[in-house]
């Protein structure tokens, strides 16, 4: 770590808690506006994404659409652990073992909900997820 970058970072942590705060903001709006989230508790300290179910629209349909949109979205858990092949041989797991887990990676979608993202910002997300919706 340089000087330089020590120093960007000791700047940086002073901004830390209006950060969080607008991350645990935008969390919450989306959470009004947009199906339950997958993580229900209103977002821990840090809310670093929104996971809304997507169990009626294929995944895939709402992330090309939300794209075409100028909205880029991602799926951050898309595997179920116990059922990567290393953890199927060694431990004979079988698919509906694990059906929370086995939801979160069928069903997840993750939208931003960075400290850079302005009420319009989130009220267009809104309204590309729920056109998605509609669409489909």
Do not use: C
Request: aromatic fraction near 12%; hydrophobic fraction near 40%.
């Amino acid at each position: 770590l340089t000087e330089m970058q020590a120093a960007m970072g000791v700047v940086q942590l002073g901004r830390l808690p209006s950060f969080l705060a607008a991350r645990a903001n935008n969390w919450r709006f989306l959470a009004a506006n947009l199906p339950k989230p997958m993580r229900s508790d209103g977002g821990s300290h840090y809310a670093f994404s929104f996971f809304p179910a997507t169990k009626n629209v294929s995944r895939e349909t709402i992330r090309e659409r939300m794209r075409k949109d100028g909205i880029e979205t991602a799926v951050y858990y898309q595997h179920v652990v116990p059922m990567l092949p290393y953890y199927v041989r060694k431990y004979g797991y079988r698919a509906g073992q694990f059906p929370i887990a086995e939801r979160i990676a069928a069903e997840s979608l993750t939208l931003p909900v960075g400290p850079h993202l302005k009420a319009g910002d989130l009220e267009r997300m809104v309204k590309s997820y729920d056109d998605a919706i509609k669409r489909a």
